[in-house]
């Protein structure tokens, strides 16, 4: 019998949470198919970052995020991103500081701070993001601004 933890990282990193969704509904009209969705670490070949630019493209007033920098494909992740502007791009567990820079660079106003805790460290997460950005509001905005400015829109029907 599996365990109430394993069971949970079945559904939240299987592949039903990436599936389209059902015609008879729209994905605007669902607050559990917006900014929740996400394509990270558990995608090895990048093809849930292509199914988001996809569903972005067919949902444009839904913001996306790609979490964890789009795991080992944070090149696609960023490109893709950079061609819809409803995708957001997650920092945690960054490859490299260089694809934080790159993805804060690229994506000033789409970025979100991110550490993976409690696996990964917040210290350490926001150094990065402290050490790609100079003080000022491109770093407020990636620390906090930008998912400030998310849940408000989220708050107020958008």
């Not at 007033?61 to 950079?82: C, D, F, N, R, Y």
């Not at 820079?101 to 990964?120: K, N």
């Amino acid at each position: 019998m599996a365990t109430s933890a394993s069971r949970l990282c079945r559904r939240t990193a299987g592949d039903a949470e990436f599936r389209l969704p059902d015609h008879g509904r729209r994905l605007e009209d669902d607050p559990d198919l917006g900014a929740g969705r996400r394509a990270g670490q558990g995608d090895p070949t990048g093809l849930r970052a292509r199914t988001f630019a996809r569903l972005a493209a067919e949902h444009p007033s839904v913001p996306l995020v790609i979490s964890q920098l789009g795991g080992l494909h944070w090149i696609t992740a960023i490109e893709l991103a950079k061609d819809r502007p409803n995708i957001y791009i997650e920092l945690s567990t960054a490859p490299t500081i260089l694809a934080v820079r790159l993805a804060v660079h690229e994506l000033p106003t789409r970025t979100l701070f991110g550490s993976d805790a409690p696996y990964g460290d917040p210290v350490v997460a926001r150094t990065v993001v402290e050490r790609v950005t100079r003080p000022g509001e491109l770093r407020d905005r990636v620390l906090g601004g930008t998912l400030e400015e998310l849940l408000s829109r989220r708050g107020q029907g958008r």
